[in-house]
């Protein structure tokens, strides 16, 4: 098997490393000793931070990138026809996927807190690792976002604690070595992947299976399917949320006029702490119980957890308030499939805005066509719904989906949908119907963040 020791200071190429999760890695190879080059379809920010650290970054995929290379990394989405993965093949460089890697950067850590789930892994994770670091546990961290606390994606860290994200599309986190799995919850996506729920449910049942004898698993104890995951567990098993059955429990919440929530923790009815939100909406409570759950039961201080859940400012692209145009508050959230996107228009009503205008952008065909009818009315508690075109990602355009028939659809579920194809046609739209104290929501895991950046950089709209 290949190891990535084996390739220290050696030249190691990675495919996609702009990407949320590949960019950290990048950055830990690049504080280790590697030497990295990389390739990406598109120009970021994440690309412009590597290249600022003096790493070589390809516009496009082309066969010669990987000259030199000893070995190439990719991500599950990178397909095996892929140019650069091809000429790695032909000429005999190994390869090694993206999961892979994270596992073996795992090892000599003496605790692997791995966090699993449909939704809310970046936040919970970033909860995780602010709190173990501020109560002293130096944990090294690799997280599907940034986060100013570690001073992006990535922490190099101590042996004692790894802290990472461990994402169930194509399977990646049975490459992964927990001895704290944590499960926030099991749903429908990557069903291009799983064909349906049950086969999902039984990923993350792999994925507890890897558990050691002596580890811990930690899960929403409102989730039947976790549930039934963890009846067959023989080791340690806590689970978090409202009900009464849970071990780790909210009580006494509070919602703030912000929509930010206050409450007390209680693990098996005896109160361990106070937490005062500066993030909202019920997802964030939700995240911040299950955060402090995994490192209480990793040996942090209950109140040192505490006083880092009240600091924690959110991780960027998660409902994160981007700036203030014509006396619009404009905020992004990375939301990227129904449920998600729900809970983002929900924070955002929670703000008390005159009007909300979702602007949603659809991510790959696969998920739009699977998910199609869960679109339709997961921005009904906004005013107003705009949808860009489908960003494609990894896809291929089929033919038979586009954003058009989402629109169609959400007019007839009696929603004020707009299809605003380009960035272009979204701004001139929102700037010729919004109004001061609306707010604006943009999301989706491609590339939309750009359109809060674009529109802040041309500022309020110029009057005659």
Same mark, same amino acid.
């Given at each position: ?18 990407? =949320? ?18 390739? $990406?379809?598109?120009?970021?920010? +994440? ?30 989405? #990178? ?52 709190? @173990?670091?501020?109560?002293?546990? *130096?944990?090294?961290? =690799? ?10 994606? &990535?922490?190099?860290?101590? $042996? ?22 944590? !499960? ?55 689970? &978090? ?29 005896? !109160? ?16 911040? @119980? ?7 039961? =990793? ?8 006083? =880092? ?34 809970? %983002?228009?929900?924070?955002?009503? %929670? ?16 998920? !739009?066509?699977?998910?199609? *009818? ?6 009904? +508690? ?35 949908? !707009?299809?605003?194809?380009? &960035? ?16 604006? #929501? ?11 950046? #674009? ?10």
């Amino acid at each position: 098997m290949t190891d990535i020791l084996d390739y220290k200071n050696k030249h190691v190429h990675m495919i996609g490393i702009g990407g =949320s999760s590949m960019s950290g890695l990048a950055e830990m190879l690049l504080a280790q000793g590697y030497r990295l080059t990389g390739s $990406d379809n598109a120009h970021s920010h +994440a690309v412009e931070r590597l290249e600022s650290k003096g790493v070589k970054v390809f516009l496009g995929h082309r066969a010669e990138n990987i000259s030199g290379a000893d070995l190439v990394i990719f991500s599950a989405a #990178i397909l095996p026809d892929n140019p650069e993965r091809t000429a790695a093949r032909e000429n005999g460089i190994p390869e090694m996927e993206r999961s892979v890697l994270l596992g073996q950067l795992m090892r000599g850590h003496r605790e692997s807190i791995c966090v699993s789930g449909a939704h809310g892994k970046t936040t919970t994770c970033s909860m995780i690792a602010q709190a @173990l670091l501020e109560c002293g546990m *130096d944990p090294a961290v =690799s997280i599907g976002g940034r986060l100013d606390a570690i001073g992006g994606g &990535f922490r190099v860290g101590g $042996d004692r604690v790894f802290v990472a994200e461990a994402c169930e599309y194509h399977s990646s986190f049975l490459q992964m070595h927990p001895t704290l799995a944590v !499960v926030m919850n099991i749903d429908k996506d990557h069903l291009d992947y799983y064909g349906d729920i049950e086969h999902i449910e039984k990923a993350f049942g792999d994925f507890l299976s890897l558990l050691p004898k002596d580890g811990k698993a930690l899960g929403w104890g409102e989730d039947p399917r976790i549930l039934r995951l963890f009846s067959a567990l023989t080791c340690e098993k806590r689970t &978090f949320g409202e009900g009464e059955d849970c071990d780790y429990r909210f009580i006494h919440p509070v919602t703030g006029p912000t929509g930010c929530d206050s409450f007390d923790i209680a693990y098996h009815g005896t !109160v361990l702490g106070h937490v005062d939100l500066k993030v909202v909406g019920d997802n964030n409570r939700l995240d911040a @119980l299950a955060a402090f759950a995994a490192c209480h039961m =990793s040996g942090a201080d209950p109140k040192e957890i505490c006083a =880092s859940l009240s600091s924690f400012a959110g991780a960027h692209r998660r409902f994160e308030y981007t700036g203030t145009i014509d006396g619009v508050r404009m905020y992004h959230d990375y939301g990227h499939n129904p449920v998600e996107m729900r809970s %983002a228009v929900a924070a955002a009503v %929670a703000q008390h805005p005159h009007e909300v205008w979702a602007v949603m952008q659809p991510h790959t065909y696969s998920r !739009v066509i699977t998910l199609f *009818d869960d679109y339709l009315d997961c921005t009904q +508690a906004a005013q107003h719904t705009l949808v860009t075109d489908i960003f494609a990602a990894r896809e291929k355009d089929p033919g038979t989906i586009h954003s058009g028939m989402l629109v169609d659809g959400m007019r007839q579920k009696g929603l004020d949908a !707009v299809l605003t194809k380009t &960035f272009e046609d979204t701004e001139a739209y929102l700037r010729a119907h919004w109004q001061p104290g609306d707010l604006v #929501i943009t999301m989706g895991c491609g590339d939309i963040n750009l359109l809060n950046e #674009i529109m802040q950089r041309h500022g309020d709209t110029p009057r005659p």
